[in-house]
């Protein structure tokens, strides 16, 4: 499974991180610009939480 | 209400429905709530000739659209069609409608390209990295403030607590003397809920300018002769090479200051209501405290601190099949927004678990509230606390002051509690 991140979406609203700290990497200005590549099986639901909260719906899951 | 209007005005925009709705006459949550939802549910965009005349925006993809949408809805300080800092200072972005003059705010007033820079500023000194240098000194002034009322069994929770932990906090962070922080807290509290033309109101404004002048004063020292703190680091911000002039120095203070002290006071007094009025709630989260993280986004859903916000259209634009002309003014009702059924099942329940909950009470899209993290903090802090410390708290119901005023704040100026007293922790 992995993450697509939409950056120019992302307001720093750092809900995905809430959700999901071991997943979820946030740049100097608390921006999510960075796509996650693989993610481990035991993370996958709270992944799926973080994707979930985002307010401004700038997150996708691929499955593989 | 919702209801059609006969007045006529040149301003009113052909095949709009047009409603009456003058937000200032709700004067509770509950008249003010009620009055959002029966606009919501049959004109999610609509024309009041109320306000001044403007676009009313109340539904959650409506609400969220016009916010994110920040080339066609601009922020800045507005006369209609004139959107900048230096335009006339009746439309500002936080007043939706047309409000006594208050001094600038930086980054919220200014627009891209300009407000870019700013807002990096902030973004990077609150990020949740940078909120976590700030958590033990919340976690030292929520036990502090606390100590000092747990002995007596009784306290006004507002001033103590909701208004008083982000007003030392706040405050500290910034650098002002400890001998001004209750004034200054009581100035910005007190200017959220005022009526215009009540009795006390200019004693209110009287206040908030005294507030002002005491942030130019310690802008103009700090400018001078650099401290370690954030009024300093804030007042000196270069942009481009050079250092920013000495008005936009103070509009960031003021952000930093009335973004800061009274907003979570809001949701956080609303939170202690409700967890008087509904004890299973609070029961709930005294047996599970891993609740309390979902709790804390249900409470801001239902009890947005801030419940609307203007912007000045510069292009024409559609918006739920209605075109925004150039030069109207638009209000965007978060407090709406979070509560569409469309976006939030159940929403009139508090779901203590509610998830997901992609709620806009920090506001959505660029301008989104850059404080929300150590917000988010400072209001956990003290549910956590509470519910530890005074879990028995009941309210005394007849003392309990809602603002008098729900446009653009809600809140309540008064909470008084009575609880089993405790044992101090410093």
Redesign the interface.
């Known amino acids: 499974m992995r993450i697509h991140v939409q950056a120019d979406r992302c ?5 995905c ?2 959700e999901a700290p071991e997943v979820f990497q ?1 740049n ?4 999510n610009t960075t796509d996650v590549d693989d993610v481990r099986p035991e993370l996958q639901t709270k992944a799926r ?1 973080g994707v ?5 719906l700038a997150l996708t899951i691929v499955e593989d | 209400m919702a209801a059609p209007t006969d007045k006529i005005t040149a301003d009113r925009p052909e095949g709009a429905p047009v409603v009456d709705f003058d937000l200032s006459t709700h004067n509770s949550m509950e008249s003010s709530n009620a009055a959002w939802d029966a606009l919501r549910t049959t004109a999610p965009v609509a024309w009041s000739d109320d306000n001044g005349g403007a676009w009313i925006v109340s539904s959650y993809d409506a609400v ?1 659209e016009a916010f ?1 949408n920040t080339d066609a809805f601009k922020s800045g300080r507005a006369v209609r069609g004139r959107p900048g800092p230096g335009g006339d200072p009746g439309l500002m972005p936080m007043n939706a409608v047309p409000a006594k003059t208050t001094s600038l705010m930086i980054p919220e007033e200014l627009d891209a390209p300009l407000w870019h820079p700013y807002r ?1 500023v902030f ?2 000194l ?5 909120v976590e240098a700030l958590r033990p000194r919340i976690t030292y002034w929520v036990t502090k403030l606390l100590d000092d009322v747990i002995e007596s069994g009784h306290c006004d929770i507002v001033e103590t607590l909701t208004s008083g932990v982000p007003g030392a906090v706040i405050l500290e962070w910034l650098g002002f003397p400890e001998e001004d922080w209750h004034r200054l807290s009581a100035a910005f509290h007190n200017m959220s809920s005022y009526i215009e033309g009540a009795p006390d109101a200019q004693h209110y404004l009287d206040e908030l300018e005294w507030a002002f002048q005491r942030i130019r004063e310690e802008v103009t020292v700090v400018r001078a002769e650099p401290r370690d703190d954030i009024t300093s680091f804030l007042a000196n911000t270069v942009v481009d090479g050079e250092r920013t002039s000495y008005e936009f120095a103070t509009g960031m203070v003021n952000m930093a200051m009335s973004g800061g002290v009274d907003t979570t006071t809001s949701v956080a007094s609303a939170a202690f209501v409700h967890l008087h009025r509904y004890p299973e709630d609070r029961q709930r989260l005294i047996d599970d405290p891993e609740l309390i ?1 979902s709790a804390v986004e249900e409470f801001l859903r239902v009890y947005p601190p801030a419940r609307t916000h203007g912007r000045t259209v510069v292009e024409d634009t559609e918006i739920g099949g209605f075109t925004l002309r150039k030069d109207d003014r638009l209000i965007i009702s978060e407090v709406s927004a979070c509560r569409d059924e469309a976006a939030f099942p159940d929403a009139e329940k508090f779901v203590i678990d509610r ?6 009470a ?1 506001g ?3 301008h ?1 509230c ?1 404080g ?2 150590v917000a988010r903090a400072m209001f956990k802090e003290m549910l956590v606390q509470v519910l530890e410390r005074i879990p028995d708290y009941r309210i005394v119901e007849d003392e309990l002051d809602e603002y008098p005023n729900w446009t653009a704040l809600g809140g309540w100026s008064r909470a008084p509690i009575t609880f089993t007293p405790g044992t101090r922790r410093l």
């Open positions: 307001q720093g609203h750092a809900r991180l809430a946030l100097e200005l608390g921006y939480r979930l909260s985002c307010p401004e | 969220t994110r990096r973004a990077n609150l990020s949740p990295r940078g993280d998830f997901p909950n992609r709620h806009v920090f959505i899209g660029p989104r850059p929300s993290h």
